[in-house]
């Protein structure tokens, strides 16, 4: 059983808005941090954003500030992306994936990121 799950994404236009889920473990959830991630083909993979699981810090690359919003809801387990006036570049694969650890688990943080979601595609085309 996948201990990640990314849905929502989709084909929308320029300016329009998408919302990611990434559904996680309770444990995963309550002790980690969640980061997004994207790769568009032929490019490397980029941190979009992460939020921490123990004290609610944020981080979001400077491609996405001010249009993408990163959040939780503790009654479902689950982290989401709002993603807002999308742009043509933004068009790439979505991955959530978990940073525990003492150092690990606020953002920004230290180690590496396990387990990975299975990704969602995201196009923003006219």
């Known amino acids: 059983q996948s201990q990640l799950v990314e849905s929502g994404g989709g084909l929308v236009q320029p300016g329009e808005s998408l919302r990611l889920s990434c559904a996680a473990s309770?444990?995963?959830?309550?002790?980690?941090?969640i980061g997004w991630f994207r790769q568009a083909p032929g490019k490397e993979r980029e941190e979009v954003s992460c939020?921490?699981?123990?004290?609610?810090?944020?981080t979001y690359a400077d491609s996405v500030k001010g249009r993408f919003t990163v959040s939780r809801d503790s009654a479902k387990n689950t982290v989401y992306l709002q993603m807002n006036s999308l742009k043509p570049e933004d068009t790439a694969v979505y991955y959530c994936?978990?940073?525990?650890?003492?150092?690990?688990?606020?953002?920004?943080?230290?180690?590496?990121?396990?387990?990975w979601g299975q990704g969602t595609q995201v196009t923003v085309s006219s």
């Open positions: 309770r444990f995963i959830f309550e002790q980690y941090a």
């Open positions: 994936a978990a940073r525990g650890g003492y150092s690990g688990s606020k953002c920004p943080g230290r180690g590496g990121f396990d387990p």
């Open positions: 939020i921490s699981g123990i004290d609610g810090s944020t």
